[in-house]
């Protein structure tokens, strides 16, 4: 077994640019090297000192000449590649460091080579160029590297041994020799890993913890955007420094004003720019003049208006990116800090948040503004809010890194309406959940418009399932409703997560109780009965006869010390998870006195690690806060929302307890001669989408040990009728086309045939049905099937999303497989818990465990099908689209048979 490894993806070099962040918060942006880039690469190499041309390039003695550096440009992406990072200095694109391989004659190894500015060096600079470099190299089959470095070279030798390669060096002529494979390892994954979370930290300090804020666009007129943005952050506190660039005024909220931020006498950590879009490039290049770390561009007019817009959002984020800085927006509403050391809302909503320790990211501005005055109404604490607008620089892959190492947030919550790299944010979500919850709504998810698909699988996998399918995989809590998020939220800062799914409900009410308990069953919450120990403690608190049971309904004529008496006694008691108190207050009076019954025993579940929830009906916000915790129980108007949030809340507990699984590895699977047969299928038609052909889909499916039932083509109705013949009846005679997805759509599926005059037979009518309706050219002949009557049907697949990657689908099959929808989706690849839980988690399960006497399934052969199917796909990125369906599953031990498929390139 192995550790499952974040997958990279494949780039289109001619288009590619990547922003990388160096350890000390510094953003770069990185591209290809181009033939044009020699006159800057010129110059850049004369920038060099001779001590470091002398260890770079041992064998150059002067500067490059211009037709060096020319050759030195010319890449062909796949034997030879090359990167560059680049600066703005003085309005114009400076390379500052540049990486490059040769493939060498072995053709599976290659020489690199580094560069990187004095000034740059010990940054990380040229550790994330060889990171692309690598990222190109394993996508072209080079799996090792080799360098020559020079023994006091001690920076060059750092990018090396620190990276965590298994280097083997020789020592030659003062010169080390070193060797070292490059394929992605757990050990090199993890390493990646932390030092881009390291960077990541540092870039976002003075994000949400600025010591300074220059606010460009302030103004003096009440009402406008620079007026509200500023007295937002003079009138909430702000502890750092404030200060206002107008040109037109000298003071503003008495504070000093300046004409420009390069006018400004002290350091600017961040600066939030407010002035009209046609300006706000200049502005930008003058914060990186100044050296400010990060830019907030509240103005909209960019990407979200049209073409001009993203072109001017474009040169927005490369003057941005190539000063070194980082930005939130542009078209954004700001950034809030309620840590009592910060106090900053750089933003322009009149709410300031209570603190507390839940984190809030909003695509939406619109919906930022309601969202604060809502967790002000509800007493929901704050540690952070970003607003990221349109995303063209920091994005909430940023922000989850940030908040999964801040200790002043315990719950994140985000309202998302698209994803950049979905994958990139599965990964780091996924991580994140380990220990802290993310709740999550995505707007936009009824929007009709999924694109076209050629197999069951594709037509199954529209955009809002794939967002659940990534939600789900990464441990994240989705909810449809702003109202369950809050609720969900409330519930999860304040409280400990269940240990399980036993419920008890107390009430003063039969039918809110009721309510409750219905909801309960619908959740998948479970209601045990009280055991006789607990019934008899129960009595002695209560002041009259009730009937002791779950729900325990007290009846209307309990008073507040009967709750306080019965609720210590559920806050002990081993056999439940969660106690909800449901309260009807009474006509005449007030509900303080039970509110303080349930703060005196708050405490008591804390200490126990049960949750508890409170239903004060018609009322919501937070009850009883806890003095010593200085934690609140969540309150909620209906029965039916608090156990909604229970629910989310036990389906998060149990999915961090999950194991995390692994990928085998296994034996036997001959990968070259796989990816021999699909080169050789690409090779025979130019056709894109290109479906291979029985017998290739035999030979691939072999190569990976899975098992497809014998299946032969036939041109004719004699040839058809030999076969089935020589196979042994009953046979079951299919439609051979390349373009008709579903067969028997068009009666292209005839079964149970048991002579040879039948199979003949079968050939003309499934001929004459095509004639009939005008396809008999898509007609290629027919595939004659020995007949599998035994066995469940069951369906699996792949489909390939341009954002989300490889997807693993398994399912009920057959041909009601799209009507009867009992499926689920993994983002490739899958581990053997996800393998296994594809399987448990469908209704199909119940006839694999064995239904009304039936014998149970082989679910080990169908998971090693799915493991050996995900591996397939890792291996063959050119597969985009698979169908297994059926896959008849047999009894146990029997193992499954494919009875059709279906395999499309890309």
């Known amino acids: 077994m192995v550790q499952a490894i974040p997958k990279k993806e494949p780039m289109r070099l001619a288009e590619f640019e990547t922003q990388v962040l160096l350890k000390d918060g510094t953003s770069m942006l990185l591209r290809p090297i181009k033939v044009s880039d020699a006159k800057s690469l010129t110059s850049f190499l004369g920038r060099l000192s001779a001590n470091d041309k002398y260890l770079r390039f041992q064998h150059i003695s002067r500067d490059m000449y211009l037709d060096s550096a020319s050759r030195f440009c010319c890449t062909n992406q796949s034997d030879t590649c090359a990167f560059v990072a680049e600066v703005l200095k003085d309005s114009r694109k400076e390379i500052v460091a540049t990486g490059k391989y040769y493939r060498l004659p072995d053709k599976h190894s290659a020489e690199v080579i580094l560069a990187v500015q004095d000034d740059y060096q010990g940054r990380g600079l040229g550790t994330a160029i060889l990171e692309q470099l690598m990222n190109v190299a394993r996508q072209n089959d080079i799996d090792t590297f080799k360098a020559d470095v020079l023994s006091c070279d001690t920076y060059g030798l750092s990018i090396f041994k620190n990276y965590g390669f298994n280097l083997t060096r020789e020592i030659q002529d003062n010169a080390y020799r070193i060797v070292f494979p490059i394929t992605l390892t757990p050990v090199m994954a993890k ?4 030092r881009g979370r390291i960077s990541m930290l540092a870039s976002l300090r003075s994000l949400l913890k600025p010591q300074s804020i220059a606010l460009i666009g302030a103004s003096r007129h009440p009402g406008t955007l620079g007026h509200t943005l500023l007295q937002c952050l003079v009138q909430n506190g702000f502890t750092g420094k404030v200060y206002p660039v107008n040109p037109n005024t000298q003071l503003l909220m008495s504070l000093k004003t300046y004409p420009s ?49 993203a072109s001017r959002e474009k040169e927005l984020r490369d003057v941005v990116l190539g000063h070194g800085m980082r930005m939130v927006g542009p078209n954004c509403m700001g950034v809030i800090n ?16 209570p603190a507390g320790n839940v984190a809030f990211l909003s695509q939406s501005g619109a919906m930022g503004l309601i969202v604060l005055q809502y967790a002000k109404n509800l007493d929901i604490g704050i540690s952070t809010f970003v607003s990221v607008g349109n995303r063209a620089d920091i994005s909430s892959n940023d922000l989850l890194e940030f908040w999964e190492q801040d200790p002043s947030t315990d719950v994140i919550l985000l309202y998302l309406e698209s994803f950049g790299n979905p994958r990139k944010f599965s990964h780091i979500a996924r991580r994140v959940t380990k220990k802290k919850p993310i709740v999550v709504i995505k707007g936009g998810s009824t929007q009709a418009g999924s694109r076209a698909a050629t197999s069951h699988t594709g037509a199954m996998a529209t955009s809002d399932v794939l967002s659940d399918v990534m939600f789900h995989h990464a441990g994240m809590i989705r909810v449809n409703l702003m109202e369950e998020m809050f609720g969900v939220a409330a519930l999860l800062s304040n409280q400990p997560l269940p240990r399980g799914r036993n419920l008890v409900i107390v009430t003063n009410g039969g039918g809110p ?6 909801a309960a069953a619908r959740n998948g919450l479970s209601l045990p009965q009280m055991s006789e120990e607990l019934e008899y403690k129960l009595k002695s608190v209560l002041k009259r006869e009730v009937a002791i049971r779950n729900p325990f309904d007290t009846t209307a004529g309990a008073d507040a010390e009967e709750f306080r008496g019965i609720l210590r006694l559920l806050a002990a008691d081993k056999n439940s998870d969660a106690v909800l108190v449901i309260f009807i207050p009474p006509i005449v009076g007030n509900t303080k006195d039970y509110e303080d019954a349930i703060r005196e025993v708050a405490e008591d579940f804390w200490k126990q690690g049960k949750p508890l929830l409170a239903c004060f009906l018609g009322q919501r916000g937070l009850k009883a806060r806890l003095g010593t915790h200085d934690r609140s129980v969540p309150s909620f108007p209906f029965p039916e929302e608090a156990i909604a949030a229970l629910a989310r809340a036990v389906e998060y507990a149990e999915t961090r307890k999950k194991p995390a699984g692994k990928i085998p590895e296994f034996k036997g699977i001959k990968r070259d001669e796989a990816r021999k047969i699909i080169g050789e299928a690409l090779a025979r038609s130019t056709q894109r989408p290109l479906f291979l052909e029985p017998k290739e889909i035999t030979g691939v499916l072999a190569c990976y040990g899975i098992k497809l039932v014998e299946t032969t083509p036939a041109k004719t109705a004699a040839r058809a009728a030999a076969l089935a013949a020589k196979m042994g009846f009953p046979v079951a005679v299919k439609l051979d086309s390349s373009t008709i997805t579903h067969k028997s759509d068009v009666g292209g599926v005839v079964l149970d045939l048991n002579s040879a005059d039948e199979v003949k037979k079968a050939f003309r009518d499934v001929r004459n049905r095509l004639k009939k309706i005008g396809r008999q050219d898509e ?5 004659v099937q020995k007949m599998v009557k035994e066995g469940i049907e069951a369906i699996a697949g792949v489909t390939h999303d341009p954002a989300f990657g490889e997807l693993i689908m398994f399912g009920s099959g057959g041909v009601y497989a799209e009507l009867m929808k009992d499926t689920v989706l993994m983002l490739n690849p899958i581990t053997d818990a996800d393998a296994s839980e594809m399987i448990n988690s469908l209704k199909l399960s119940e006839l694999f465990r064995g239904f009304r006497g039936s014998p149970p399934a082989d679910t080990e052969a169908v998971q090693d099908l799915l493991l050996r199917l995900s591996a397939m796909v890792e291996d063959i990125p050119q597969i985009d689209e698979l169908d297994f369906n059926p896959v008849k599953v047999m009894s146990r031990g029997k193992g499954y048979r494919i009875v059709d498929a279906r395999i499309m390139l890309s």
């Open 513 to 518: 109780g009721i309510i409750a308990a219905d």
């Open 338 to 353: 309620t840590d009592p050391s910060v106090k900053m809302n750089a933003t322009f909503s009149p709410v300031f948040p």
């Open 191 to 194: 390493k990646e890993e932390e």
């Open 779 to 783: 007609m290629q002949g027919v595939m």
């Open 261 to 309: 931020v390069l006018d400004i006498t002290g350091d600017v950590d961040m600066a939030v720019i407010a002035v009209p879009a046609r300006v706000v490039a200049k502005v930008a290049a003058d914060c990186g003049h100044k050296g400010v770390h990060t830019v907030v561009v509240i103005s909209d007019g960019f990407s979200e208006t049209g073409p001009e817009g």
